[in-house]
């Protein structure tokens, strides 16, 4: 595709229901990305994928945060039981996930999702 | 503990200015940084990556200086103009093998210029 897209731009839920958020990798990036961004703050990593497998899930802050990728493309963050402490946008990114070598493997993020929780 | 500052409030400048923006951290040995600039409503946008091994990159009116000494990088945009005003986020660079690059990102400093 033309860029990473996300959807929904805006999800508004009630404490203790579930979500989900999906993601749209460019077409041929192996890499995929998951932020998290609250109100004037940074980035905050949560899950990295290489492909379909996830190396790094170190940044998912509990277990009611899980994320999977099917087909080294689309990838889908779900949140079990959101608690209001959980609002924030989500971002994902994407990017070539070769070796470093001689280029900027820079990432390409979505526009996020603004998630409201009630 | 491990942190990335940058200019925590606005920084607001004259057109045809400056602007100069600062990312210091402490208790990382990153490879690289990157900068990325913000817009409302929108991801970031990737702008510029130094390898430690640069002490200065240059991209059209933006420069980046990276001081592995001083743990500092400074981000510079020349002949400012308000289509500038944004977020600029500066990403710590903590490249794995294959292929896998974990950015840890600032709070980013809001920039706006005025006419």
């Known amino acids: 595709g033309a860029g990473v897209s996300q959807s929904p731009s805006n999800k508004v839920t009630e404490k203790g229901k579930d979500v989900e958020l999906r993601c749209d990798p460019i077409?041929?990036?192996?890499?995929l990305y998951w932020y998290r961004q609250s109100l004037g703050q940074g980035l905050e990593f949560l899950i990295y994928?290489?492909?379909?497998?996830?190396?790094?899930k170190s940044g998912l802050p509990s277990d009611r945060f899980s994320a999977e990728r099917t087909g080294g493309s689309v990838s889908t963050l779900t949140i079990q039981r959101t608690q209001q402490e959980d609002s924030a946008v989500y971002l994902c990114?994407?990017?070539?996930?070769?070796?470093?070598?001689?280029?900027?493997?820079?990432?390409?993020f979505g526009p996020g999702t603004r998630l409201t929780v009630l | 503990s491990q942190k990335i500052e940058q200019n925590s409030e606005a920084l607001n400048i004259q057109e045809g200015k400056t602007a100069t923006l600062t990312c210091n951290y402490t208790?990382?040995?990153?490879?690289?940084l990157q900068w990325y600039r913000q817009d409302p409503g929108r991801g970031p946008v990737f702008l510029l990556l130094?390898?430690?091994?640069?002490k200065e990159k240059r991209k059209e009116r933006l420069k980046v200086t990276f001081d592995t000494t001083l743990k500092q990088s400074l981000f510079h945009i020349t002949a400012s103009q308000p289509a500038d005003s944004a977020t600029y986020l500066c990403?710590?660079?903590?490249?794995?093998?294959?292929?896998?690059?974990?950015?840890?990102f600032g709070a980013g400093t809001r920039l706006a210029v005025h006419p």
């Open positions: 994928f290489q492909g379909n497998s996830a190396p790094d």
């Open positions: 990403a710590l660079d903590l490249s794995f093998s294959g292929g896998y690059n974990k950015l840890i």
């Open positions: 208790n990382y040995s990153p490879a690289y």
């Open positions: 130094i390898r430690e091994n640069e």
């Open positions: 077409s041929g990036h192996t890499a």
């Open positions: 990114a994407s990017s070539h996930g070769l070796a470093r070598t001689q280029y900027v493997d820079e990432q390409f």
